[in-house]
């Protein structure tokens, strides 16, 4: 079974900059993602990375501001945000894909594990 604890979230500025982190604990080896849910939207994509960390992919919207990265050795993925605009403003999840699935997806059905999700706020 793997779990997945998220951290990092929180209010920030408009312009400002928050790091995402997911710490995930069992096998680890498989491409991971960050969705995000807004109040009264569903769940959208944000970035995924694949299980070596050699290919990424990211929504429109968060393209040029935000960069996923992972550390295998620490069992970590984290995503940092920059220039962050109101319209972030939603819960994060991370999620995994099952083990053995090294690449990377936009689409959420393909991930198996999901963590709590985590508050990011922008406002001033």
């Known amino acids: 079974q793997v779990q997945l604890v998220e951290s990092g979230g929180g209010l920030v500025q408009p312009g400002g900059s928050l790091r995402l982190s997911c710490a995930a604990s069992g096998r680890t080896l498989f491409a991971m993602g960050w969705f995000r849910q807004a109040p009264g939207k569903e769940r959208d994509f944000v970035a995924t990375?694949?299980?070596?960390?050699?290919?990424?992919y990211y929504a429109d919207s968060v393209k040029g501001r935000f960069t996923i990265n992972r550390d295998n050795a620490k069992n970590t993925v984290s995503l940092q945000m920059n220039s962050l605009k109101p319209e972030d403003t939603a819960v994060y999840y991370c999620a995994a894909r099952n083990y053995g699935m090294r690449g990377g997806s936009s689409s959420s059905s393909d991930y198996s594990y999901w963590g709590q999700g985590t508050q990011v706020t922008v406002s001033s």
């Open positions: 990375i694949s299980w070596n960390g050699g290919s990424t």
